[in-house]
T-cell receptor, first 111, second 111 residues
Framework: GQSLEQPSEVTAVEGAIVQINCTYQ??????LSWYQQHDGGAPTFLSY??LDGLEETGRFSSFLSRSDSYGYLLLQELQMKDSASYFC????????????WGAGTKLIIKP | SQTIHQWPATLVQPVGSPLSLECTVE??????LYWYRQAAGRGLQLLFY??????ISSEVPQNLSASRPQDRQFILSSKKLLLSDSGFYLC??????????FGPGTRLTVL
């Protein structure tokens, strides 16, 4: 079957670095995406990895290891506005490239 | 870039009443379109997706239906709402296999 696992909640301190992990099981893996969702808002796209390695976009980086079926989102220099839920999602070739979504990780940032 | 419009933003409906939520897309042609539902504090559940006009695929058996009368219009409907239909409804579009863009969502409460 298809599944994604990510922690339900992570707590960090303002200014620190936090890593949110995602492991997946899919039959037709194509790529791994990360989305951010603030309370009451819609998900917004953060990053996409199709190949192994690290992709950096400002304070956010995303990593993928296809051989380990694993990826992570790294947030640096945490700010209070980064408090949100973060979802990993896999594009699956065997499901017409639909996104298979994780349950989300709630990131709590303390001052 | 794509812009997704959804309305209304919030909706309170009695059990047994009909529902029609509309989603329109600007800035792209022939997109893939999606309807998701999200319960409070939970992940995204894919309800329907469409790869073209009149082409609808349903992911879960339910009380809802979807239609795509035009290339950039996607409608979610119900003839008789149930309490369990309450949730946050999100319309999304994609062109490639990597990124989905979301509308602002409709928060539906069925009483």
């Amino acid at each position: 079957g298809q599944s994604l696992e990510q922690p339900s909640e992570v707590t960090a301190v303002e200014g620190a670095i936090v890593q949110i992990n995602c492991t997946y099981q899919t039959s037709g893996f194509y790529g791994l995406s990360w989305y951010q969702q603030h309370d009451g808002g819609a998900p917004t796209f953060l990053s996409y990895n199709a190949l192994d390695g690290l992709e950096e976009t400002g304070r956010f980086s995303s990593f993928l290891s296809r051989s380990d079926s694993y990826g992570y989102l790294l947030l640096q220099e945490l700010q209070m506005k980064d408090s949100a839920s973060y979802f990993c999602a896999v594009s699956d070739m065997d499901s017409n490239y639909q996104l298979i979504w994780g349950a989300g990780t709630k990131l709590i940032i303390k001052p | 870039s794509q812009t997704i419009h959804q309305w209304p933003a919030t909706l309170v409906q009695p059990v047994g009443s009909p529902l029609s939520l509309e989603c329109t897309v600007e800035g792209t042609s022939n997109p893939n379109l999606y309807w998701y539902r999200q319960a409070a504090g939970r992940g995204l559940q894919l309800l329907f997706y469409s790869v073209g006009i009149g082409q609808i695929s349903s992911e879960v058996p339910q009380n809802l239906s979807a239609s795509r009368p035009q290339d950039r219009q996607f409608i979610l409907s119900s003839k008789k709402l149930l309490l369990s239909d309450s949730g946050f409804y999100l319309c999304a579009c994609s062109v490639g296999a990597d990124t989905q863009y979301f509308g602002p969502g409709t928060r539906l409460t069925v009483l």
